[in-house]
Each structure stands twice: as C-alpha cells, then as structure tokens.
C-alpha cells in the first residue's frame, strides 16, 4: 500500500546515474557469465542487469495500477515526470547517451501509456437491461 504513489522505475534510473557518474564504469563492464551448453559462456553487463530490472519493476508498476483499478494522479504526475527526466538527460548530458538509458526511457514511456490506458478502462460503464414487462424510469 505504501509503493501506490511511488514509481518504481525510479530505482533503476539512480542506480544508472550512481554507475555512470559517481563510479564512471563502463556499462559494458561484464558483472558475470552464464554457461551455455558446449561450454559456451554468455556474459551478463552491467548495462543488461539494469534492464532486466527496470522490465521486472515495470511488471510490478503494471501489476499495481491494475490491482488498483486507477493510478491516482499523482501516480501519473510522478511517472511522466520520470519520463521527462529520462528523456532529458538521454538529450542534453552527453556522457548518458547509450542504449541502456534508452531502452529505460522506452520501459517508462510504457509505463505512462499503460497506466493511462488502464485509467480509461476502469472508467464505470452504467448499463440498464430492459424487460418488456417492466420499461426503465
């Protein structure tokens, strides 16, 4: 009940921040490897870790604004508020122009459209059935 106007997504993008400019790691950098078969190994970077969890937290946000039925404005606010600043930093900072911050902006662009897709839907529909005995008032 305490994450309802809070946007997830959040997360992930301080983590990328803290990553590219506090720590100045490449997003390339290879955290782990995962063995395939043929002994094969696939490595996993950093800028793949930050993806996978900004999708999972977008899985959790969906989950949220449906359970819900409507996010509430602020909800709104806040998440389209991320998505301005996602999309600005993509922009004007030019250390922060990679994939990975772009496909975070993409998840957050999904996010805004979900939850105002979702806020139109849960609109109540009043239907009135009609009997031939009884006509409607």
């Known amino acids: 009940m305490y994450l309802i106007s809070f946007p997830l997504l959040l997360i992930p993008f301080a983590l990328y921040n803290m990553v590219a400019f506090l720590l100045n790691m490449p997003f390339t950098e290879t955290v782990f490897t995962l063995p395939l078969a043929g002994n094969r190994r696939m490595p996993v970077n950093?800028?793949?870790?930050l993806?996978?969890?900004?999708?999972?937290?977008l899985?959790?946000?969906?989950?949220?604004?449906a359970r819900f039925r409507a996010k509430t404005a602020m909800d709104?606010?806040?998440?389209?508020?991320?998505?301005?600043?996602?999309?600005?930093?993509?922009?004007l900072v030019p250390a922060?122009?990679?994939?990975?911050?772009?496909?975070?902006a993409v998840l957050s662009f999904v996010?805004?459209?979900?939850?105002?897709?979702?806020?139109?839907?849960?609109?109540?529909?009043?239907?009135v059935l009609e009997t031939p005995d009884q006509p409607v008032t």
Do not use: P, Q
């Not at 950093?46 to 870790?49: P, V």
């Not at 993806?51 to 937290?57: A, G, N």
């Not at 899985?59 to 604004?65: F, S, T």
């Open 59 to 65: 899985y959790v946000e969906v989950l949220k604004a």
């Open 111 to 127: 996010d805004v459209i979900t939850g105002l897709s979702l806020l139109s839907r849960s609109e109540v529909r009043n239907i």
């Open 51 to 57: 993806l996978s969890l900004s999708m999972l937290l």
């Open 46 to 49: 950093i800028g793949d870790l």
């Open 76 to 91: 709104h606010a806040l998440a389209f508020m991320l998505l301005a600043a996602i999309a600005s930093e993509l922009v």
């Open 96 to 104: 922060a122009a990679t994939s990975t911050l772009l496909l975070m």
